[in-house]
């Protein structure tokens, strides 16, 4: 855990200095420490980053932390671009890494009950409304459509609305693979054209 912890460190202090971010001189906690909380909370919290912010403070790794509502507004004022190539050098670790062995599959993120659905105010429309054969269930919200390593390390991802069928999701898709990788997936990704 420790030695994850260093390397979330590492690789997030020099990701703003290639990028050229900037943080002001006042900040309590720099950026590279905001996403290091983060990917902390992803790896070993389930995605709780209060759980993340304690540990990280308590443990001495980052002392000066902020409040929970401080670092909440920091988390959504990084820029999105720094998230985006935060993801991709982790995705090139994990590919070269791996074994050549990738999975792809979806799943949904529902955004409310479907009795919420006329109050809803985030998503709106009917390409938001979904299908889950394996539970017989629809929803309304989107579908993450994911490409991970045989391990589950996620090396490429798509988020699409809950109505957009695997296969039309599918052509979106870079499959920035290895050279030479296998790609598992469900029947639903049967593409014969």
Same mark, same amino acid.
């Given at each position: 855990m420790?030695?994850?912890i260093i390397? !979330?460190?590492? %690789?997030c202090?020099n990701?703003p200095?290639?990028?050229? $971010?900037? =943080?002001d001189?006042? &900040?309590?906690m720099?950026?590279a420490?905001v996403?290091?909380?983060v990917?902390?909370a992803?790896?070993f919290?389930?995605?709780?980053?209060r759980?993340s912010?304690?540990f990280?403070?308590e443990h001495g790794?980052?002392?000066?932390?902020?409040?929970?509502s401080?670092?909440?507004?920091?988390i959504?004022?990084?820029?999105e671009?720094?998230?985006e190539n935060?993801?991709?050098? !982790?995705a090139? %670790?994990f590919?070269?890494?791996g074994?050549?062995?990738h $999975?792809i =599959?979806s799943?949904? &993120?529902?955004?409310?009950?479907?009795?919420r659905?006329p109050?809803a105010?985030?998503?709106r429309?009917?390409d938001?409304?979904?299908?889950m054969p394996?539970?017989?269930?629809?929803?309304?919200?989107?579908?993450?459509h994911?490409?991970?390593?045989?391990?589950g390390?996620p090396?490429e991802?798509?988020?699409?609305p809950?109505?957009?069928?695997?296969v039309a999701v599918?052509?979106?898709?870079?499959?920035?693979?290895?050279?030479?990788?296998?790609?598992h997936g469900d029947?639903?990704?049967?593409?014969?054209?």
């Open positions: 420790q030695t994850e390397m !979330f460190c590492v %690789i202090d990701l200095e290639s990028m050229n $971010i900037r =943080d001189i006042q &900040v309590w720099n950026t420490e996403m290091t909380v990917l902390t992803a790896r919290f389930c995605g709780n980053i759980t912010a304690c990280l403070r790794y980052i002392p000066d932390m902020l409040s929970e401080r670092l909440n507004r920091r959504h004022a990084t820029d671009s720094a998230w935060l993801f991709l050098t !982790f090139d %670790i590919k070269a890494a074994n050549g062995e $999975i =599959d799943f949904p &993120v529902p955004v409310c009950d479907n009795i659905i109050r105010k985030i998503l429309g009917k938001w409304h979904g299908y394996s539970k017989r269930r629809y929803f309304y919200g989107t579908r993450v994911m490409i991970t390593t045989a391990s390390y090396v991802f798509v988020m699409a809950g109505k957009d069928s695997d599918l052509r979106q898709m870079r499959f920035d693979l290895p050279e030479g990788s296998v790609c029947k639903i990704y049967n593409d014969y054209n």
